[in-house]
């Protein structure tokens, strides 16, 4: 639909219902206007599947890796495949926005949001993203690129302000948002952070370089509720404030257009943009109503299994994989992550997922008569306990598996009752007179001892077993942080003595205060033996078995929207476990499972490390497919890991008096260790296969110029015994360079495979603007000319071929 079709319908509305429409309706709806033709647009949060309006775990999602695993694909064809996942399932699920890519940076290895993001470099960031959001609206589906800019770390992520220069801000943070606009975006959303002293949903940023340079011509929203002010947004470049309907924009916008605060002609801009999407979404007249291809189930899922392989990185091995089903007879496999892995990061992030196919379901199925599976959790890794679910309790008034919710007034009178089947409960319906949340179970033991309870949210809390009150208190919280408030509260824990057989009845409840959430937890923990008899027992199982496999990883309160990570070290006794198992048993696989660095002090003594990020809902399928050679793994690091947090040259993520400096500039990433002269564990661009390569020749232009892309052609040989995926990576350099530069950087890739002994060439583009820097003094972008070095190799930091291009002028 063109500008005067859209101006036509604009003409119709009065002042107070183009301000209407600049609200959500709802926390998930943007509002409609029947006498335009327009509907209702419905939102949903998405990076790693898409939930839909409602936190119901009866309504299941399908559960992509994480982003941080999409990153390390380095394909961009199966990201947009998985990008037209996340579209079928918004189809289904009626929604027409999701809110998905995260376009921010790996900036500091402890940012808690690093699962969610795709990489440290701004280029393969954009390129990745760029790839999701053609998937996703070639559907008809809007995807948002976010948090539009510098919400690269979550500490005071709410009130911080960040602080980086001009061309800081140009060259990294904002190129991969270039890129995304690039690609032909139709929502940007703005975070909650400052950049420069300015508050990110009124920066002037939104208008330049965004809708003014770049020609972004969607929809500016706000991150949910990050609008805190009337005038200074509604005259910026922000077109959406949500949620809603409560907002600092209706009748105050209102009232500020008519006193000549705000001009009416940027609500009319913001409203002409808004409809531009409805039309895009199919939520104005003529309606178009979306339809996804069918797709199975069964492909569906054989995609997210692929996708597990595809970003699984394989960090060492020593001959050890892939493991030869037919020499092994026992196969040891240890760890909680092994039966319970994370396969999804915390925060707004989240879906609920059925059918979740555990490594040790995986590997149990793929040996299955074949070999023996023997498991051990070894010690707990201090993870808090599980909520409540449909494995051990029922609801005590149908005896169906799961819980009994319900919800009280102020008399305690029942006002809503529902079967569920978790204890985690986000977003009840909450009917008029709602005070009090309840959750009950009927829960029998499979073990005696002291048991572990836990109740979170915030306000008044009790936790009763068979009528003993375990815990009674006030708890007000000191966040308005909305991951934490809405989906991750902090859980209060008690202890109680249970018996095997004797059933036990757990009744939760929390009051309802104003701005507090809806968020209800009821967790609980089975006795586990000391760490020190979990840990000889899990020794013992990897002595008597041909091969072990340890699982380890972090925990769901240690990466998660909301909240920065405060080390990196996996936590409870996993180092240990794994220095013991692989004492006892020199053929042991390591398999990590988290969604960013983690520090792995043992990794030279393993047999193999293999890093599977939060891989999703095939997490088991896809690990089996890799740990016996039925896939290789595809995958190479999106960032640089360190052996140790202090080796680190960028961490900090806690601002000082209220402001975050950017201080390193250009240098993040494998950029910051070159400048600082640090070998890390392991470079971005990292990634072992199961075979070999030798790179047998380089065909480079020996002149180029400034404003023309130039091709690499790199042939490479498998020299290995099978056939492989090899990712070869270009870097430039500039020596002598009249600007700061970093010592090299990522200007591109391509992949490509080969049998065993044969050749194949890869075709690397580099283009103009991987040579291009940005100048403070003409606010403007420029090429340097003359002699660049171009580097061919694995990773940034195992390079097998220099050269030089010289740059001329256009």
Known sequence: MDDEALDRLIGKLSLEQKVRLLTGATTWRTAGESGIGLREMVTSDGPAGVRGEAWDERRSSALLPSASALGAMWDEELVERLGGLLAREAIRKGVDVVLAPTLNLHRSPLGGRHFECFSEDPRLTGRTGAALIRGVQALGVAATAKHYV?????????????????RTLREVYLLPFEAAVEAGVWVVMAGYNAVGGTTMTASPLLAEPLKGDWGFDGVAVSDWAAVRSTEEPGRAALDLAMPGP????????????????????AVDEKVRRLLRLAARVGALEPHHPRRAPATAARATRALLRRAVSAGSVLLRNDAVLPLDSAELSTVAVIGVHAASPRVQGGGSAGVFCSDVVTPLAGIRSRLRGRARVVYEPGPAPGAPPAPLGTDRCCDPRSGAPGVLLRVLDAAGRELRAEHRLSGRQLEPDLPPGARTVEIAAVLRPRQSGEWTFGAGGFGRITLTVDDHVLLDGEFPGDTDDPAVVHVNPPVHTVRTVLTTQRPVHVVARRELVPGRGRATVVTAAPPGPSPATALEEAVRAARDADAAIVVVGTTEHSETEGYDRAGLSLGGHQDELVRAVTAANPRTVVVVNSGGPVELPWREEAGAVLLTWFPGQEAGAGLADVLFGHTEPGGRLPTTWAATLADAPVTRTRPVDGRLDYAEGLHIGYRAWLRAGREPAYWFGHGLGYTTWAYAAVEAPAHVLADEPFTVRVTVRNTGSRAGREVVQVYLARPGS?????????????????????????EVVVGPSALRHWSEADHGWATEPGAYRLMVGRSAGDLRWEGTVTVSGP
């Open 738 to 762: 009249a600007v700061e530069r970093p010592v090299r950087w990522f200007a591109g890739h391509a992949a490509v495979r080969a049998e065993a002994g044969r050749t194949a060439s890869a």
């Open 246 to 265: 409560d907002s600092p924009w209706g009748a105050n916008l209102v009232r500020a257009v008519k006193d000549g605060r705000v001009a009416e002609e």
């Open 150 to 166: 510098g919400n690269d770390s979550e500490t005071d992520r709410l009130t911080v302000d960040v602080r980086a220069s001009e």
